[in-house]
Every structure is written in C-alpha cells, then in structure tokens.
C-alpha cells in the first residue's frame, strides 16, 4: 500500500473582478472520484492544505443539477462524509514529499484564490515533478502550478502538455466576464503547451510524470491514469 499526497486549497470563496467574494473551495467530484479510486486499488489518502486549515468544499458541487440528479447529489455528500482525511488535514509546511507514491491536486474555484500564489505548494510541485513521481491536476487545480519556480526563476511547468478548465467552460458557467484572471490564458502565459478539449467532456492530457485533467468529468479517467503509473 502507498501514500497518496491530496493537496486542496484552504479557501473558502474566490475574489472576484470587482472585490466581491464567490463562495467557492474545492469541488466535490473532483475529490471523491480519485479518492475511492486510490483506496479501493488499497492505497492511502492524505490530506495536506496551506496552513492545515479544513478545506471548505464549494456548496454548488454538491448540487443534484452537477451530479445526474439528486441520487448522484445524496452518493457524493456520503462519500465526502467517508472522506475523513478532509477532517485531519497536514500543513503544507510540514508534508516530507519522500513519504508520498503520488501527488494530487482537485480544483474548485479556491486554488485561483491561494494555490496559484503559495510559494509552499508551489515548491513542493516543482519537487513532484523533478522526481518523477506521478503528479496529477486535474480543472482548477492548474491555477497552483502558477506559484511553481524552477531554479533560473521560470515556471517549473513551462514547455509542458497540459489542460484544465478552459475559457470556454468559464465562459459557459457564467464567471468568465467577472473573473480578474482566466486560467488558460494564464497557463500560457507561463510557456505550458496548453490542450483544448470539448467542453464539459472528460479530457485528460499525459507529458511525462505530469497528468492533467480539464473539468470535473476527467477526474475518474485521471485517477485512472495514476494509478497506471503506481503500478
């Protein structure tokens, strides 16, 4: 059995363009799909934010319209109740790095809060990817790999394949026109070869160690793709 690293932001709500906070944290389905997929393969989750703060999750993911219905709604608040880990979260700080298989990031609306500029996550991301470790991301999750340097001060992840939630996406759930930053233009900007896929459809992008996922839909199918590289 190996250790898996979650790391989830410790935010609880997003700020936007005009100052106003968007309730937000981490997104239900992102954390719970990869969570019983590691567990049930007999490997173990643990829980590391900024600060060791609880992290919050966004109310809206735990809606029926996000989740098939309201069956879906009532199985994903059970599996966040399974979850307990969430309730015993490890500080940043203090996570040693040798003692994780693989490293995973949900997204939720909050990494564009504290992940994208937390020097801590950001260090241990470059750390991830240079061991070669498999190091999952999956929608806004990408937002933390803007904090991530690597020794000439560039980002650790420009030159890289990647995806996440899409301008497109944003656009289409109604935050695009009042969101200080869009995360694709950012990742770009940062030099990351950013891939597009459908909207709202599972898409999930591999180059080498780093695999990454667009939107809430991809989390299984990134799980998956882990737990290969965990053998």
């Known amino acids: 059995m190996s250790k898996i690293l979650f790391v989830l932001t410790g935010a609880d ?9 968007h309730p937000s944290g981490f997104w239900a389905e992102e ?3 990869p969570y019983e997929a590691f567990t049930a393969a007999g490997h173990k989750v643990v829980v590391a934010t900024p600060g060791g703060v609880v992290p919050t999750v966004d109310r809206a993911s735990l809606a029926p319209e996000v989740n098939g219905g309201q069956e879906g709604a009532d199985r994903v608040t059970a599996a966040l109740d399974a979850f307990t880990a969430l309730q015993r ?3 940043l700080a203090d ?10 990031y949900p997204g939720g609306h909050g990494p564009m809060e504290d992940l994208a500029v937390d020097a801590e996550s950001g260090r241990l991301l470059g ?4 061991s070669g470790r498999p190091l999952g ?3 806004h999750g990408p937002a933390a790999l803007l904090a991530a340097r690597d020794e000439d001060g560039g980002n650790a992840f420009s030159g890289y394949r990647l995806t996440g939630f899409t301008n497109a996406e944003e656009t289409q759930a109604g935050l695009a026109d009042k969101a200080k930053w869009l995360l694709q233009d950012r990742l770009v900007e ?13 898409h999930v992008v591999v180059d080498r160690n780093l695999v990454t996922g667009q939107n809430p839909a991809s989390s ?9 590289r965990l053998g």
């Open 13 to 21: 709500h997003w700020t936007l363009a005009d100052g106003t906070e």
């Open 31 to 33: 954390a719970v799909a």
């Open 89 to 91: 979260p490890l500080a």
């Open 95 to 104: 996570v040693d790095l040798d003692e994780y298989a693989a490293v995973f």
């Open 127 to 130: 750390r991830a990817l240079a």
């Open 137 to 139: 991301v999956v929608c």
């Open 190 to 202: 940062i030099g990351a070869d950013f891939v597009e896929g459908d909207p709202w459809a599972p």
């Open 220 to 228: 299984a199918q990134l799980a998956d793709e882990l737990l290969k």
